[in-house]
C-alpha cells in the first residue's frame, strides 16, 4: 500500500544513546517532516525538507539531526538520547509545503528513554 | 501565543447528536486550513480540508471565516465511531516555519 512507512514501532533507549529513525514514503512527495506529540502539547515541528538536499529546522530541532539524500526517505538521528526526548514521533509527507492537499502520516514511533 | 488555539474539550455528547468545535489562528496570512482526526494510539488522517466557501462532506461540515481568523467544524448525528481526537491545523507560507501548524486538538466522546 502506498503511504509513508515507519520504523521502528516501539523503542527503548538508554540516556545517551544514539539512534535512526526510519521513514520512507513512496508517493513522490517532495515535502517531509518529522513531529513530536506529547501529552497536551499537541504536534511540534521537529524538521522539515521540501526536496532531497534540501533541510531546515522547525519548532524544536535541539538533539535531533536530519538528512534528505533521497526523495523516498527522510531519516531522524538523535544524536545522545535524553529522557525529554520520551515522545512519540511522527513522520510525514505531502505534494507541497503548506497545502492544499495536507499531510500524509505514518504510523508513528514511541520512544521511551530511560 | 499558540498560533492555533482549539477548545480543550472534552465533548461527552450522545449518539445522534449535533457537536461544534471551534478554532482560532493568528497568523493572517495562513493561507491553508484543515481538520485532522487522530484516533487513540493513531497517526492524525486528514479528515477534510477548509475553504474560504465553506465545505460538506456527508455528515461533516466546515467552515472558514477569513476576518475572524476562525474556522469551526460541525458533526451532526454523531456516531459512536466519530470519537476522536480533532485536530485543527492552519498553514504558514515562508519564515523558517512555512509548515502546517496544528492545534493541541478537541476530544469527541459519543456515547451510546
Known amino acids: 500500500n502506498a503511504g509513508v512507512t515507519q520504523t521502528p514501532k516501539f523503542q527503548v533507549l538508554k540516556t545517551g544513546q544514539s539512534m535512526t529513525l526510519q521513514c520512507a514514503q513512496d508517493m513522490n512527495h517532495e515535502y517531509m517532516s518529522w513531529y513530536r506529540q506529547d501529552p497536551g502539547m499537541g504536534l511540534r515541528l521537529i524538521h522539515y525538507s521540501v526536496g532531497a538536499g534540501i533541510t531546515d529546522q522547525g519548532e524544536v530541532p535541539n538533539g535531533y539531526n536530519v538528512s534528505r539524500s533521497t526523495t523516498e526517505d527522510f531519516p531522524l538521528r538523535l544524536l545522545s538520547a535524553a529522557p525529554s526526548q520520551t515522545s512519540v514521533y511522527f513522520c510525514?509527507?505531502?505534494?507541497?509545503?503548506?497545502?492544499?492537499?495536507?499531510?500524509?502520516f505514518g504510523s508513528g514511533t514511541r520512544l521511551t528513554v530511560v | 501565543r499558540k498560533e492555533v488555539e482549539q477548545d480543550p474539550g472534552p465533548f461527552n455528547v450522545p449518539e445522534g447528536a449535533t457537536v461544534a468545535f471551534n478554532c482560532t489562528y493568528s497568523n493572517s496570512a495562513s493561507q491553508s486550513f484543515f481538520w485532522y482526526r487522530q484516533d487513540c494510539r493513531k497517526e492524525p488522517k486528514l479528515l477534510m480540508s477548509v475553504y474560504s466557501s465553506g465545505n460538506e462532506d456527508g455528515r461533516f461540515t466546515a467552515q472558514l471565516n477569513r476576518a475572524s481568523q476562525y474556522i469551526s467544524l460541525l458533526i451532526r448525528d454523531s456516531k459512536l465511531s466519530d470519537s476522536a481526537t480533532y485536530l485543527c491545523v492552519g498553514s504558514n507560507y515562508g519564515g523558517s516555519q512555512g509548515n502546517l501548524i496544528f492545534g493541541k486538538g478537541t476530544k469527541l466522546s459519543v456515547k451510546p
Open positions: 510525514a509527507s505531502s505534494y507541497s509545503l503548506a497545502g492544499p492537499y495536507g499531510y500524509t
